[in-house]
């Protein structure tokens, strides 16, 4: 009987861990998909010279990775809070750039923080 309550005990520890993780990563992907749809639609602002599209999307993207640092920050990861850092100032700079290469310089440092999570952070569509 003991030992049939410490299983269950150990059962339910393990499916209220993996449902708190479920939570984790869904409220991660909602951050996710709003970095990097803003970050495909700040591209293509760039492209268009749409300034007000520049500045939406810049805004957008650097709040989705500033959510995304903090997740880090609370998980004790200081290398993926500098990589998330990195994309939200990146983000700001392209709304902040006042010409085109500046624009280009600072969407280049946004897509290398990407990669640069994802290797070590990214397993498809969940954590490593
Ligand atoms: C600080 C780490 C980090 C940075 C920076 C980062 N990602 Fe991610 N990304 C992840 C992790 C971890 C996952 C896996 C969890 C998930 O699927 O959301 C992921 C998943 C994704 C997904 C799949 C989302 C889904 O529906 O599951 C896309 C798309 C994506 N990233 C795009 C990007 C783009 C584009 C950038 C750069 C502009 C970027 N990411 C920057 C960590 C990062």
Request: proline share 1%; hydrophobic share 45%.
């Amino acid at each position: 009987m003991r030992r049939v309550s410490i299983l269950f005990s150990v059962f339910a520890f393990c499916a209220a861990g993996l449902i708190a993780q479920n939570a984790d990563l869904a409220q991660y992907q909602t951050w996710m998909k709003a970095g990097a749809g803003a970050n495909g639609a700040l591209r293509s602002a760039v492209t268009a010279k749409d300034a007000a599209a520049i500045k939406e999307n810049s805004a957008k993207a650097a709040e989705a990775f500033d959510s995304i640092a903090k997740y880090w920050a609370g998980k004790d990861k200081a290398d993926a809070v500098k990589f998330s850092e990195d994309a939200r100032d990146a983000a700001k700079a392209v709304g902040a750039a006042t010409d085109e290469a500046g624009q280009q310089a600072a969407l280049g440092k946004l897509a290398g923080t990407c990669r640069g999570c994802h290797t070590p952070y990214r397993n498809g569509s969940d954590f490593k």
